[in-house]
């Protein structure tokens, strides 16, 4: 007993050493195990449904709700796909650094301009009732049940190159969320005779 | 969604109609609608023309439509509008079992049919959407997707004057809906004022009901003529079940990163 008092510092030491390991080899494991299937990609989206719903229901001020969106939206999609695939062929001449700025702006402008519609959320449920693989990604579908509306469909394209399980698009009826976004910032860029850096500027205010 | 547009009185004003009608018949003819794939992209050879019409219907929004569909969803409990919707709607119904049986979809005819029958007899005249919560499907159609099942293409994109977004196929059919409505050739004027007015309260319901998402794209974005295209021509050829997996644009934003 008395020689144990002496050694606990080694043995935590060993003891973090070895779970340091463990943790290392957990994060690598799952590389593998986990590799996107139609059942994590639906697990995925039911996740990510179940925080905008908390987020929706928790009664927060709108912009804490907006700051929580903001969160949702970072760790459940792409942005850096989606902010690429909205700029169109101007990401192709932005350099590394546009590119970064853009992303981040526009991380904090689609937030805020999806953020702003969950009034028409409250109440409602988004339930997913299937998912599928499609092309190199997988697409989950749900359907939406908003108060006093007709349950709509909603498709959520799920994709794992990111890195990390992750969805780039949604579906809402046949609407494209990214063409739509394409055709704004396309807009939005037109309006600064293609400023790109103007561009960034001013949607950090829209 | 069910996302309307917000240029109304779509196949009701029948007088303005009229004016458009010889002019996008001419479209419908010189667009030479042959039979083709499903449409994707989008196709606007007139968007000069088409641009102007929409500031016009924008500017009709602002002032008219827009405050005036306040002022109904202010005035009318929702109740009462929803009772004026589902009258105007049933009164759209036989116009879709002409073309359900044109297109062959029988299936569809039967239940369009017994959708009429049951909210006409059991709905006080369509006031009350019984079929809905007896789960008959609610399945509008029309000349355009019937010209569409036809093998018709979808055309060039229109902006119309007051009614809004279409192709060159669906205004067409738009028209002929007008002349083929079977319920015309029984209810005469004035009785058939009651349909037309209710067909317009029920616009404007639409209109203040999606208000936010109509505003967003009228007013709210950068260029809402392109928006409200893209949005029209998507959700249209959905409707139509012309949406497939290998013609979306935007399909695979990881490919088009790397490969371009």
Not at chain 1, 138 to 145: M, Q
Not at chain 2, 176 to 189: E, G, W, Y
């Amino acid at each position: 007993m008395a020689n144990n008092l002496h050694k606990p510092p080694m043995i935590n030491r060993r003891a973090l050493g070895a779970v340091a390991l463990g943790g290392v080899a957990i994060s690598l494991l799952p590389r593998a195990a986990l590799a996107l299937d139609v059942n994590s990609a639906r697990a995925l989206i039911d996740k990510a449904i179940g925080e905008v719903n908390a987020t929706i229901s928790s009664g927060k001020s709108e912009t804490a709700m907006f700051r929580d969106f903001e969160r949702i939206f970072a760790k459940y999609s792409d942005v850096p796909i989606i902010a690429r695939s909205a700029l169109g062929v101007a990401s192709k001449s932005a350099s590394a650094a546009q590119m970064a700025a853009f992303t981040k702006a526009y991380q904090g402008y689609i937030s805020r301009k999806y953020g702003r519609r969950f009034r028409e959320f409250i109440g409602g449920r988004i339930e997913v009732i299937d998912a599928r693989p499609l092309k190199s990604y997988y697409e989950v579908i749900s359907t939406a049940y908003l108060s006093g509306e007709s349950p709509f469909e909603l498709r959520w394209h799920v994709s794992d190159k990111s890195g990390r399980d992750q969805f780039f698009n949604i579906i809402i009826e046949g609407v494209n969320m990214l063409a739509s976004e394409r055709t704004e910032i396309g807009a939005l860029l037109d309006q600064r005779r293609g400023n790109l850096d103007q561009l960034i500027a001013d949607i950090q205010k829209i | 969604m069910n996302v309307t547009f917000p240029f109304l009185f779509s196949g009701q004003s029948k007088e303005i109609i009229r004016i458009g009608a010889f002019s996008a018949m001419i479209a419908g003819l010189l667009s030479g609608c042959a039979a083709q794939q499903p449409a994707q992209g989008i196709n606007d050879p007139n968007e000069p023309f088409n641009r102007k019409v929409h500031s016009f219907n924008v500017g009709l929004d602002r002032n008219l439509v827009r405050p005036v569909s306040k002022g109904y969803a202010a005035v009318l409990p929702g109740p009462v509008r929803q009772g004026v919707s589902n009258f105007a709607d049933n009164l759209e119904v036989p116009t879709t079992i002409v073309n359900n049986v044109l297109q062959g979809r029988i299936g569809r005819a039967s239940e369009n049919t017994l959708r009429f029958a049951v909210n006409t007899v059991f709905g006080l005249a369509g006031f009350v959407d019984i079929a809905s919560v007896l789960t008959i499907p609610d399945r509008k159609s029309g000349f355009g997707e019937t010209l569409a099942v036809w093998g018709v293409g979808e055309g060039a994109y229109v902006e119309r004057p007051i009614l809004g977004p279409s192709t060159t196929r669906d205004a067409v059919g738009g028209i002929v809906d007008i002349f083929t409505d079977p319920l015309s050739t029984v209810v005469k004027a004035p009785d058939s004022y009651y349909g037309t007015g209710a067909k317009v309260g029920s616009k404007l319901n639409d209109r203040a009901r999606f208000s936010d998402t109509i505003d967003g794209i009228l007013y709210d974005s950068a260029d809402g003529y392109a928006q409200a295209r893209l949005l029209y021509l998507q959700k249209r050829r959905f409707d139509l079940g012309q949406t497939n997996d290998t013609d979306t644009p935007f399909l695979d934003p990881y490919e088009d990163a790397n490969g371009q």
